[in-house]
């Protein structure tokens, strides 16, 4: 690990437009509002949050598959968002992808040789048929198995297959979007054990999405936990779980299961109430106003729009939630 910064997102706003009725016209969804993301060369930063929180639209505007609306997307100290043409696919470059379902991600009338091999053919680079098979070993599969089509392989071996092809071109940053959530669970931690093997090797930072809180724990030295749109609390990872200081964080935690039947069964359950409002009309004040578990009537007021404070170092949580319980 160093401090060389690989990626930094700045006050990040992605909007989608979609059409509410052909009378009533444009409904604007604030997917991503005012985000900010540090990362680290050979680190991971873990995005967490329930379905509809704008994990995915985060990794669509870091890949270039959405439009941004304002902000900066920065890879090593140039934003993305200001390059065009050929500097811009250069730097893409330099950023691969792992999905959730590696079985749609990978074009199955095509052999697991190119599909590996695809990215380095784009590349310009002719000779790959041994590139491949050292991707293929690096990822843990026999490297014999180059000639099969993906319906030949298990999930998690297709979810190898992902993996080799997003480190086939040396890239500094792999957007990982939910990687194990469709995954057994004894295969869930093969994958993760992979993808920290593969960090140590080749300094590769990650920013891994999932939902799951326990998941991002095992990879991740910092956690963002996103609630619609905005990061509502960051710390690194020991912090989050020592010392959760926004309810949304505890009620998270306290939804993991613990281990231990007779602890689990004297756990007292927090619950969290209704669905993720949505993300065209947001709640006025806090943003978890409508389903935090102690609201005041301080709570609808302005405060939330002003974003994040450090309570203490490295400790960041949404200004207007620093004294609630
Ligand atoms: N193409 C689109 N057009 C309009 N709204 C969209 C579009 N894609 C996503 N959204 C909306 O943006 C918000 C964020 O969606 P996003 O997929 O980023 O969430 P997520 O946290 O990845 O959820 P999940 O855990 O279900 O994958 C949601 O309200 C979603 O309905
Ligand atoms: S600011 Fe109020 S509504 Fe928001 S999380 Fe804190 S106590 Fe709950
Ligand atoms: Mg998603």
């Not at 993301?37 to 270039?64: C, H, M």
């Not at 806090?286 to 203490?312: A, H, Q």
Request: hydrophobic share 35%; aromatic share 6%.
């Amino acid at each position: 690990m160093s401090n060389k910064k690989i990626l930094e997102i700045k006050d990040l706003k992605v909007f989608y437009e979609s059409s509410r009725s052909f009378f009533t016209g444009k409904n604007i969804v604030k997917a991503v509002n005012g985000l900010n993301i540090d990362i680290n060369q050979g680190e991971t930063f873990g995005l967490v949050g329930e379905s509809g929180s704008g994990k995915s639209t985060v990794a669509r505007a870091i890949l270039n598959l959405v439009k941004s609306n304002s902000g900066e997307i920065n890879l090593e100290e140039e934003n993305l968002l200001k390059l065009k043409g050929s500097k811009l696919r250069s730097k893409q470059k330099q950023i691969g992808a792992i999905f959730q379902d590696p079985y749609s991600s990978l074009n199955p009338r095509m052999k697991i040789k190119d599909i590996i091999a695809e990215p380095l053919r784009v590349q310009g680079k002719k000779d790959v048929e041994e590139d491949v098979k050292n991707l293929l070993k690096m990822v843990g599969l026999d490297n014999r198995m180059d000639n099969r089509f993906p319906h030949e392989f298990s999930g998690g071996q297709r979810q190898r297959i992902g993996i080799a092809r997003a480190i086939s071109t040396n890239p500094k940053l792999i957007i990982c979007d939910e990687p194990v959530s469709a995954l057994d669970v004894s295969v869930q931690a093969q994958i993760l054990n992979l993808l920290k093997d593969l960090q140590k090797k080749l300094n590769i930072s990650y920013l891994f999405i999932a939902h799951d809180l326990s998941v991002v724990k095992y990879l991740s030295l910092k956690i963002g936990v996103m609630y619609l749109g905005k990061i509502v609390e960051m710390a690194d990872s020991e912090t989050i779980f020592s010392n959760p200081m926004h309810p949304y964080t505890k009620i998270l935690i306290n939804s993991i299961p613990v281990p231990d039947p007779k602890i689990e069964r004297k756990k007292k359950f927090i619950p969290i109430k209704g669905d993720i409002p949505s993300a065209s009309n947001p709640p006025a004040g806090c943003v978890f106003r409508t389903r935090c578990p102690n609201p005041t009537s301080d709570c609808k007021d302005g405060k939330s729009e002003m974003g994040l404070i450090e309570i203490e170092p490295d400790h960041w949580v949404d200004k207007c939630c620093v004294n609630c319980k």
